[in-house]
Structure formats: C-alpha cells, structure tokens
C-alpha cells in the first residue's frame, strides 16, 4: 500500500506504542513512515510512504501529530 502526502505536517503510524488508538493483528510487524522512535517526524507534501502488509487483518493507523483530532484511518488485509 502506498501513502501519498498531499499536505505537509503529517506521517503514518502502526506502532501500538505511539498512540492508544492503533490496533494490529497479532503477530504482524509494526510499521512507519519515520525511523525508530520518532514519532513526531513528519513528512514533506508529494512525498509516498509504501508498507507491504504480510499478515491478514485489520490495522488501525494515525498521524501522531493529528490522532486526538481524528486522522485515523483502518485497512482490511486478506489472504
């Protein structure tokens, strides 16, 4: 799946560590659009972030910057 940033001030987080909000299915690999622990870097507007899901399930993503203000998205991944 492929995240383009059509604004800049914003990233994508599946790490249940940096927002309560974030769910992953059991087993699956945490993923961000930032490296290690920095979970307040942001992204440039045009930039893509892309993450290869391997595990089926429901994943439930944020914006670190923006979670408390609803920018919270869910994706569905089959086998």
């Known amino acids: 799946m492929t995240w383009t940033f059509e604004s800049t ?3 994508v987080s599946a ?3 940096d927002d309560p909000k974030i769910e992953i299915p ?3 690999k945490p993923f961000a659009s930032y490296k290690g622990h920095k979970k307040y870097q ?3 507007k ?12 429901e994943y439930t993503y944020v ?3 923006h979670a408390t203000s609803g920018m919270v998205g869910t994706v569905m991944v089959s086998e």
Do not use: I, M, R, S
């Not at 045009?46 to 399930?57: D, K, P, Q």
């Open 26 to 28: 059991d087993g699956a």
């Open 63 to 65: 914006c670190t910057p």
């Open 9 to 11: 001030g914003h990233n």
């Open 42 to 44: 942001l992204v440039e």
């Open 46 to 57: 045009g930039e893509t972030y892309e993450h290869t899901f391997e595990t089926a399930g």
């Open 15 to 17: 790490k249940p560590k």
